[in-house]
């Protein structure tokens, strides 16, 4: 299939009332796509929510423990623009389905991993589940929205926010309690998963076959020249950074912080990092349709350098004011992924895969990176100072200013 084909489905506002009618009728794929990003991240983020057990059993360091978050998260990042290039010429329905099966044995072998090795590995296949994974399900989305596309996005990213949110507190009253052989009745839920996906893949591929049977409208255009959309390009990859390298300090050790500094148990540590991923589930859920309605760049500005006088007050409070202090933080960053994946989708309306695996690429490459750096920075200084450094990588925001104003061109 032609990537002409492949990107039919993506319509202008001027498309016929009756195309659009239909396109608008597929809410319950989006729901469906939304709640398979939900069992897919839960699955995943029981990798770093059972850190604090893998460190015990195998008395490991914060260097291995982000080297175990770098090798999921690296994987992840490298493959997704490969497998978002492929799907742009030769969309795969049921890839997604096959992709939860590689997730489904890194599963298994992580709840049997007898070494720090084997546990690499697993995270190495729950990476490439995940690489697999998004990119097609973000074009399955866009596809879906009816030309609602921030709205589409942030329901699929909410999906994911909510499984990454649920991963850990499940984690904390399952497997804390029984090990880390435990984490293999979560099987189940990547059964369910694959069940979901093959009928999501159904419906794509119905999908498809309609899109191709249309008239190629033409596509939106911008205005903007080749240079300028690989600057504005550019400054999302920098804002990716900030904002993911920041959370990785967040998502990885948050916990380790939580005990480290105020002696909270396993349990309840968990529970605050709940609080914290709910927070960024809200944000997400939010920041697409914001988008929609004042613009993105206006919501991308906001949501990363409105994070840094919490970020900045985080490591000097005590714990009541820590897991406060953490609810805003995530909440308005969360809202900048979806305003800033659809914003780099109508950069290049023309490679909705390749940008999807691209940004979603790049925020799991930038917090395995994140969390690596930080694990040693860690293990020379302290978990405290980390939280100090870190605090200051929300200012890179202040580069969103510099984005193009795609709404006075029609886009947004």
Request: charged letters at 10%; one cysteine or more.
């Amino acid at each position: 299939m032609s990537a002409d084909t492949a990107n039919a489905e993506l319509l202008p506002p001027a498309a016929p009332r009756a195309v659009r009618q239909q396109d608008s009728l597929a809410l319950g794929a989006i729901a469906a796509i939304s709640l398979s990003h939900c069992l897919n991240d839960l699955i995943q983020s029981l990798v770093p929510a059972i850190y604090p057990i893998l460190k015990e059993s195998y008395a490991l360091d914060f260097a291995q423990i982000g080297l175990i978050t770098l090798t999921f998260q690296f994987t992840a990042s490298l493959l997704q623009p490969l497998v978002g290039m492929y799907s742009d010429r030769r969309p795969q329905p049921f890839s997604l389905a096959v992709g939860m099966g590689f997730t489904l044995a890194g599963l298994v072998l992580l709840a049997y991993a007898g070494s720090f090795w084997a546990i690499l590995f697993a995270a190495a296949l729950i990476g490439t589940g995940s690489a697999i994974f998004h990119p097609e399900a973000s074009r399955i989305a866009r596809a879906a929205s009816g030309g609602r596309h921030g709205l589409a996005q942030s329901v699929f990213q909410v999906g994911g926010n909510f499984g990454q949110a649920v991963g850990p507190l499940l984690a904390a009253f399952i497997v804390v309690p029984r090990g880390q052989a435990s984490v293999v009745w979560f099987s189940a839920v990547a059964l369910l998963a694959i069940a979901i996906l093959t009928a999501v893949g159904r419906w794509y591929r119905r999908h498809l076959a309609a899109a191709a049977s249309r008239p190629r409208p033409s596509a939106p255009h911008h205005g903007l020249s080749g240079r300028r959309v690989a600057w504005a390009m550019a400054i999302l990859v920098a804002l990716v950074f900030s904002k993911n390298f920041y959370s990785a300090s967040l998502t990885s050790y948050y916990t380790f912080y939580l005990i480290h500094r105020f002696g909270v148990p396993v349990q309840t540590a968990q529970i605050y990092l709940f609080v914290f991923l709910g927070s960024v589930a809200l944000g997400t859920i939010l920041g697409g349709p914001i988008g929609d309605r004042i613009g993105r760049k206006l919501v991308i500005w906001v949501s990363i350098l409105g994070v840094l006088p919490f970020a900045l007050a985080l490591p000097y409070v005590d714990l009541t004011w820590t897991v406060i202090l953490t609810i805003p933080i995530g909440f308005i960053m969360a809202s900048s992924f979806p305003a800033i994946v659809v914003f780099a989708q109508e950069l290049l309306p023309g490679r909705i895969g390749v940008v999807s695996g691209l940004f979603f690429g790049l925020s799991f490459g930038m917090g395995g990176l994140g969390a690596a750096v930080f694990g040693e920075l860690a293990d020379r200084t302290s978990i405290e100072f980390v939280y100090q450094v870190s605090a200051l990588l929300p200012a890179i925001g202040v580069v969103a200013i510099l984005l193009p104003n795609l709404r006075r061109r029609g886009v947004t």
